[in-house]
């Protein structure tokens, strides 16, 4: 295969699922720049996705916006998935290196990433017994990003697709377990501000008295 650019590659992989990965293994080909590129898109999707989509179709409950939510569905889960399938991976032998999984990963998102941008605008234009095509955009968006992860994990360890699915679901196991640990953290955290505010409080109110 000839030499790409890095934006080429994005869309030979694109067109070819299935051994796309494989051929940018091979050319040791794929950048951090497009992947963290994808995954702030991803950011910008879920926002669209929540707060910009049309009337008809959706209608957000909370009216402050909050951007921690938006940040843990693209930010923090997409660094989970990443450092468990390493950690995961490193177990089963696997051969790929952190910053791979993390640009294949990234790319596999393209596809779940645009159908939340398409789906955003159609929102505006169709009514509600049009949802159906909106539908169908979604679901060939999940499945396209399913069979490129695939793919990618599949190349990246040099994995049979066995061994694939296996990875796939501990990875989910651990990235369940890191983001239960992070939220017993972030409590603990909160539990130690609030104690030392009330501490605060309590000792500028006896000095003043």
């Not at 999707?45 to 916006?65: C, K, Q, S, T, W």
Request: glycine share 4%; proline share 2%; hydrophobic share 55%.
């Amino acid at each position: 295969m000839m030499e790409l650019s890095p934006v080429r590659w994005v869309a030979h992989i694109l067109r070819h699922p299935v051994d796309g990965f494989e051929d940018m293994r091979w050319k040791k080909s794929g950048s951090l720049k497009i992947a963290f590129f994808i995954v702030f898109m991803l950011f910008l999707a879920n926002i669209a996705n929540e707060r910009l989509y049309g009337f008809n179709h959706y209608i957000p409950y909370d009216r402050i916006f909050n951007v921690v939510p938006y940040i843990v569905k693209s930010f923090v889960i997409f660094g989970a998935w990443t450092v468990g399938n390493w950690s995961v991976c490193s177990l089963l032998d696997g051969e790929g290196k952190m910053r791979n999984i993390c640009i294949y990963s990234a790319y596999a998102l393209i596809p779940y990433t645009a159908q939340m941008f398409i789906n955003t605008i159609l929102s505006h234009f169709l009514i509600r017994d049009e949802y159906v095509f909106m539908a169908i955009i979604r679901i060939i968006g999940i499945v396209w990003s399913a069979v490129l992860l695939f793919s990618a994990i599949r190349s990246v360890h040099q994995y049979s697709a066995t061994k694939t699915i296996a990875a796939i679901a501990l990875t989910i196991g651990a990235m369940a377990i890191m983001l239960a640990l992070l939220v017993l953290f972030l409590s603990l955290i909160q539990h130690v501000l609030i104690f030392f505010s009330t501490l605060f409080t309590e000792i500028s109110y006896r000095i003043r008295s």
